[in-house]
């Protein structure tokens, strides 16, 4: 069964610049799609960013041309680089995979201060 592990969140100022990292294990030849997605205090869970695997990618309009979504396949780990941050990106970053089944990760808090 793949399992997801999100690292790289915590504090940045607005403006600064953070890299999320998602690590998968388990299965991990199941894996197509991945994505982020996030949920803000008392936000509906939302798609911030997905990677399907033919390198198509897709954002929310809130982040285009700030944040970046990239795949290392040899890495099992797909990456979220987030620049120009906002205090309204403040949220709980999910990584999600498509398999069979969807798999989500435990998330990673990233906080933006102004």
């Known amino acids: 069964q793949v399992q997801l592990v999100e690292s790289g969140g915590g504090g940045v100022q607005a403006g600064g610049s953070l890299r999320l990292s998602c690590a998968a294990s388990g299965g991990i030849f199941k894996i197509s799609g991945m994505a982020w997605y996030r949920q803000g205090p008392g936000k509906q869970r939302e798609l911030v960013a997905v990677a399907t695997s033919d390198g198509i990618t897709n954002y929310a309009d809130s982040v285009k041309g700030r944040f970046t979504i990239s795949r290392d396949y040899a890495k099992n780990t797909v990456y979220l680089q987030m620049n120009s941050v906002k205090p309204e990106d403040t949220a709980v970053y999910y990584c999600?995979?498509?398999?069979?089944?969807?798999?989500w990760g435990k998330g990673t808090l990233v906080t933006v201060s102004s």
């Open positions: 999600w995979a498509a398999t069979p089944v969807s798999v």
